[in-house]
């Protein structure tokens, strides 16, 4: 029996890289485009964000949950340029992207699966790694739509082949003219058709900055000719941009899933979900394998969650009446929040272990590791208990602990490195000076005979 759907949307996820002295011309270049908007978090409206995170997290991802009405007006008054500079010295900048057309889409020119773009963001980190988030919600309530969807939305932007029965899927929405234009549509957003950077703040503008008291480090934009570009993660971070990373809810109707239905059965289902396969992959008997309860899947009565390197899904029931008043929205915000920002740390560490593995010499990129290991690494991101559980997850399915303790290994023997010949250096200065000493009391017990 086909399974049916009652809430139902998923996250394309574009991660890019901004080059660090192109980030506030960057930013600059996101204030100027009228689709943009900059995304100010509220205490009052986001209870929820300021309730999840804990402080210190809190206080550098969502920083504009502290400005002062006053801050707000001071900085709204600011000119564009000085707004970029601002936002450069943040730990994080988020921002809304407007699209001109309010227009469903379609996958397939006959009897196809209609969707729509519901939202879109841009969330970048000073570090210069940035995502392009794209929410999509389908006007079919099968499963299997969403399987296939997945499937084929996430290799959009990809030379990678699919199945024959998928070739001819096409992809198109008046939103963005031509979904078949989607690579134009991400280096527009991602930079790579950025004009001009703007012109450096002079003193008196910087004297304005620091009037206004708002967080951050304010530092001059830089002139730049050159064209961003956000293949560099493909390189640097060894991150595949082709295949967008995927991050989906589904609530299933209670016929669907409850009490009498056969869970081997939807177990098979969830897996096909959680892989991003068709919805014609055969699967085999998940309940047999050990890694696959242990490490990939999280599960609640009515309630799983699937991890893997480049997906994190979650499939519930409209049996618990939660999972579609308040996890739909939890699911999409705090939680949405929480594994961008352990993506981050993932891409960030690769970046630094190629940076590292280029130069091992790159004192700069060790001291950008001792820097994140003390106030990014240390630092627990919530008290919240599903939170702390997703977390592990994440962490795993990421393989974060494991880069991060190869980029540990390779900072500690740097460090005994530079220590040994540091001594060495300390001990030859010694030898020098005891010559020098030995040398002029021979001359003065000579000058005294």
């Not at 001819?168 to 078949?180: F, P, S, V, Y």
Request: glycine fraction near 2%.
């Amino acid at each position: 029996m086909e399974l049916k759907t009652k809430y139902q949307y998923t996250y394309f996820i574009y991660p890019y890289l901004i080059e660090k002295k192109d980030y506030a011309n960057y930013l600059y270049s996101l204030l100027k485009n009228k689709k943009c908007k900059l995304k100010i978090f509220d205490r009052k409206k986001d209870i929820d964000i300021d309730s999840y995170f804990l402080p210190e997290i809190k206080n550098k991802l969502f920083w504009s949950l502290y400005l002062t009405q006053d801050g707000i007006k001071s900085y709204e008054e600011m000119d564009t340029k000085m707004k970029a500079n601002i936002l450069s010295g943040e730990y994080s900048a988020f921002f809304e992207y407007s699209l001109e057309q309010d227009v469903p889409a379609k996958i397939g020119e006959e009897n196809g699966i209609f969707f729509d773009i519901s939202k879109i963001e841009i969330i970048c980190f000073a570090t210069g790694i940035c995502f392009l988030l794209i929410k999509t919600v389908l006007n079919s309530n099968n499963f299997s739509d969403v399987l296939n969807f997945n499937y084929k939305f996430r290799d959009i932007n990809s030379k990678i082949g699919h199945k024959k029965e998928y070739d001819n899927i096409k992809i198109q929405t008046q939103k963005l003219n031509n979904m078949q234009n989607f690579e134009e549509f991400l280096k527009e957003i991602s930079g790579q058709n950025l004009l001009n950077a703007p012109s450096n703040i002079n003193e008196e503008s910087n004297q304005k900055i620091k009037a206004y008291n708002l967080p951050g480090n304010y530092t001059n934009a830089k002139k730049s000719q050159e064209t961003i570009n956000c293949n560099l993660i493909d390189r640097k971070a060894n991150t595949d941009t082709e295949r967008l990373i995927t991050y989906s809810y589904v609530c299933l109707e209670q016929d669907s899933w409850n009490e009498n239905t056969d869970l081997i059965t939807l177990e098979k289902e969830f897996e096909k979900y959680r892989k991003i396969f068709p919805a014609s992959e055969h699967i085999d008997d998940v309940t047999a394998n050990s890694k696959y309860e242990k490490e990939l899947v999280y599960k609640e009565k009515y309630l799983y969650y699937g991890f893997s390197n480049n997906s994190n899904v979650l499939l519930t029931s409209a049996s618990n009446i939660k999972n579609y008043t308040s996890l739909l929205f939890q699911y999409e915000n705090e939680e949405l929040y929480h594994f961008l920002y352990d993506l981050h740390q993932k891409i960030y560490l690769k970046k630094l272990n190629y940076e590292i593995s280029k130069n091992e010499k790159n004192e700069k990129s060790y001291k950008e590791f001792l820097n994140f290991a003390q106030k990014d690494w240390s630092y627990e991101v919530t008290n919240d208990t599903k939170g702390i559980i997703l977390e592990k997850y994440n962490k795993k399915a990421q393989s974060l602990e494991e880069t991060y303790e190869k980029l540990k290994s390779k900072y500690e023997l740097l460090y005994k490195e530079h220590e040994i010949t540091k001594n060495k250096k300390q001990n030859i200065h010694f030898i020098i000076i005891i010559a020098i000493l030995t040398i002029i009391n021979i001359l003065i017990g000579i000058i005294r005979k």
